[in-house]
């Protein structure tokens, strides 16, 4: 059931990133061929961890990179790669774990089942759902807004400059992986998909849109801390069915509820100790990924002060993980 989501084109690899601005990325490169700094220092206990480009995926690993450093005194290193080179990275044994997978099955056949280089490393504990979102005012005042089938209604509310004359349904990065342009096409919808470049740009243009109380109408993704800040509200789209998005250019449904899972190197999985026992048990709610988000994305920690904070105020949570 679970779907590719937000897959760049570009690799990008970033050591020791501590900012979201690192985050975006730009250049390419192999991960494939590099290793962590610490790989063969003598003696030394490291983890190397995969980091996706978007804040909730930045926010596992900020927890789990805080604890391994300071709980069990190994030495973290974070890499952001391309979800696809991850899974190549993770079988090569390049990096350890990815915290936050949001469905490959392609990759699992490939590495889990056939070569068995790559385990699960159990559920992250927090769901991922993308849809079509309205703000929360407008649905307030056009309930209907929120059927799909309304939707060429508002048309010329929705629409903008970059729209040609039709509604404006914005996504992120045009290197993600959506169903939007099928979508539109397949649902006889009035509207034009616009990128906004980013998921940094999109946010941008959301809280711009929200000031000014304009209407708009975007693709986006939960968990994600900027619900606190803008409420939205969703889109009933068709009902998901299985196999209703196996082809790309006909899916008129829904995405799909994805539970996130986490991944690890079978031989770290094997001989990673404590490392790899407390990546397994690592399992928060949406709640505790979207409060570290909201810190580093919007309060501007850094995701190490983030980390922090989230620990301090939830030992409960987290010392289970280290039993």
């Not at 936050?100 to 992250?124: A, F, M, S």
């Not at 990128?195 to 304009?214: C, L, M, N, P, Y």
Request: glycine share 6%.
């Amino acid at each position: 059931m679970r779907m590719r989501i937000r897959r760049m084109r570009t690799t990008a690899v970033v050591a020791g990133v501590s900012s979201l601005a690192l985050l975006t990325g730009c250049g390419a490169a192999d991960m494939t061929k590099q290793s962590s700094p610490f790989a063969n220092a003598q003696g030394a206990k490291t983890v190397t961890l995969s980091i996706q480009s978007w804040v909730g995926a930045q926010a596992n690993v900020a927890v789990a990179q805080y604890l391994l450093e300071h709980e069990l005194g190994y030495r973290v290193d974070t890499v952001q790669v391309d979800e696809i080179p991850a899974w190549d990275a993770l079988s090569q044994g390049r990096v350890d774990a990815i915290m936050e997978d949001w469905g490959h099955p392609d990759q699992e056949q490939r590495y889990v089942k056939d070569k068995r280089t790559i385990v699960p490393g159990g559920d992250l504990g927090v769901t991922g759902h993308i849809g079509w979102f309205v703000p929360t005012y407008f649905a307030k005042a056009h309930p209907d807004v929120t059927e799909w089938k309304n939707l060429n209604k508002y048309a010329d509310q929705l629409r903008t400059a970059e729209s040609g004359g039709k509604g404006q349904l914005m996504d992120g990065s045009p290197s993600y992986v959506t169903n939007d342009k099928a979508l539109v096409n397949n649902l006889d919808l009035n509207y034009q998909v616009v990128f906004a470049g980013s998921e940094a740009a999109q946010i941008t243009q959301i809280k711009q849109f929200a000031k000014a109380k304009k209407p708009f109408l975007t693709y986006w993704y939960e968990p994600q801390w900027l619900f606190k800040k803008v409420p939205m509200t969703e889109v009933k789209l068709p009902a998901y069915k299985e196999g209703c998005d196996a082809d790309p250019e006909k899916v008129a449904c829904a995405y799909p509820h994805t539970p996130l899972q986490k991944y690890l190197n079978a031989d770290f999985s094997k001989n990673g100790g404590e490392a790899a026992a407390l990546l397994k048990k690592f399992k928060w709610t949406t709640e505790d990924q979207n409060q570290v988000s909201l810190m580093i994305a919007e309060q501007k920690l850094s995701p190490e002060e983030a980390a922090k904070k989230w620990v301090d105020s939830h030992e409960s949570t987290w010392k289970a993980w280290l039993s």
